[in-house]
């Protein structure tokens, strides 16, 4: 698993009634480590490599001895497995933000709210809210991908276009790519989008999921959300974008070959452009997300990670003073940003971010990826989102193929949702 694709992994979850109280009332944590005074060592699991920042930690703090293992198959799988045999498990853990809540139903991860009460204000509200759920922290947030516009500036220069700043100027950019290039599409309506899809909800002030005393609120067809549906159906009938899949050979050639001329993707997509679409280097730009109200600057993310410490480890000190240094010191900001973009404040502030790149035609990409604004909407995963994601890419594979609209598919998916999270035995109002 990269954070150049994040995808969502299935699972089971926990007995419906235990996941419905480990949800809502959160594991236990413990302070007390039990291997005492004198060296300890706690074990890292993750799939980003780690290994540059731990050999630092290890060389800068002698007591605690971290050991990453880089997991890069299977990973929840065998989270699940370790966990559940009390044997090999690891102390800390990556997580990505979709998956959080499920994983903390599985009771694999350990409430540490105490423990990272004075780490909140290193990180922008929206980010630290991904670590949150029912007012429980289960982690600190190591790295946020950033929802951006790549776009062709060679091809908007020569038609005299600028970086849309709304979605209604990004419609009429893609008319007038569309009249200078008809054979090209301004991008892709992915099936395989559920996560890009829900970061444009999220940029529309949606609010899919939220709790409220017991049970779950679930409303992935809320107004916000029905107004991007709206537009994307738009965007397909008016030819301006061509059903693809991102991720995939067809894709990737239609960014290199000029059948895409924008993507909206995350600040750690840059890395897929570069390898994919090397002969245009100096023709790509970043802008920021268009919005939906003109002067708006909220940021929304797609992808990134958290690391948290397991249920089952007995090091919860040391296992929370290693990953406070690791998503908030800048030494280590240093040294994770040649693989993720950081997550924090101090992270997002250091110089290797304000680099110009050549290319995205001598831009500092940094820039745009870690920009600030006014404050992003609230956001929560939902406890199932392997399954809404799954509901998701069908339903945008069936408006591909025009055998629906998005929507009345956003309609579907928000029943086949509801109905889901009632089979897992969990409460929903």
């Known amino acids: 698993m990269s954070h150049t694709a994040i995808r969502l992994r299935s699972r089971g979850l926990a007995a419906a009634a235990a996941a419905l109280t480990l ?47 880089a997991i890069t198959s299977n990973f929840y ?16 853990t990556q997580v990505d933000y979709p998956n959080l809540t499920s994983t903390i139903i599985a009771g694999d991860l350990k409430d540490i709210t105490a423990e990272s009460a004075d780490l909140k204000p290193h990180f922008k509200p929206a980010v630290w809210d991904q670590v949150v ?15 951006v516009l790549y776009y062709r500036s060679d091809v908007f220069k020569e038609a005299g276009l600028t970086a849309p700043k709304t979605w209604d ?52 067809d ?48 840059g890395a897929a452009l570069k390898e994919n679409a090397p002969d245009l280097s100096g023709k790509w730009a970043v802008a920021p997300l268009p919005q939906w109200t003109k002067g708006d600057t909220a940021p929304v993310y797609w992808g990134g990670s958290l690391t948290a410490l397991t249920s089952v480890t ?38 290797e971010l304000t680099k110009p790149d050549p290319y995205f035609g001598g831009q500092v990409p940094g820039e745009v990826f870690t920009v600030r604004g006014t404050e992003s909407t609230p956001w929560t995963w939902g406890p199932t989102m ?8 069908d339903a945008m594979q069936s408006v591909i193929n025009k055998s629906t609209t998005l929507p009345d598919a956003m309609k579907k998916v928000d ?10 035995g969990l409460s929903v109002r």
């Open 314 to 351: 007995d090091k919860t000190d040391a296992a929370v003073k290693f990953i406070s240094w690791l998503n908030t010191s800048k030494e280590s900001a240093k040294l994770l940003v040649a693989d993720v973009l950081p997550a924090s404040d101090i992270g997002q502030g250091i110089p």
């Open 133 to 147: 759920v029912n007012d429980k922290v289960y982690g600190v947030p190591q790295d946020i991908g950033t929802q």
């Open 169 to 220: 100027e990004y419609m009429a950019v893609a008319a007038k790519l569309k009249k200078a290039h008809p054979k090209a599409y301004t991008t892709a309506f992915p099936a395989n989008g559920g996560a890009w899809l829900a970061s444009l909800a999220w940029n529309a002030k949606a609010r899919w999921f939220g709790t409220d005393k017991d049970a779950w609120k679930v409303d992935l």
């Open 415 to 424: 029943g086949e949702t509801k109905s889901q999270l009632k089979r897992k």
């Open 386 to 393: 392997t399954d809404t994601t799954n509901y998701l890419n």
């Open 23 to 69: 949800v809502l009332t959160g594991c236990s944590s413990g302070s007390s480590d039990s291997a005492g005074s004198g060296k300890q060592t706690i074990v890292f699991w993750g799939w980003s490599d780690m290994s540059k920042p731990v050999a630092l930690w290890n060389k800068t703090h002698p007591d605690i001895h971290v050991k990453f293992q």
């Open 222 to 269: 809320d107004q916000p959300t029905l107004k991007v549906a709206e537009y994307w159906q738009k965007m397909l009938d008016k030819g301006y974008a061509k059903g693809d899949q991102h991720w995939q050979p067809t894709w990737f050639k239609g960014l290199a070959k000029g059948t895409y001329l924008t993507w909206i993707g995350p600040a750690w997509g």
């Open 77 to 92: 799988p065998k989270l699940q497995a370790a966990i559940t045999g009390k044997d090999g498990a690891p102390d800390i």
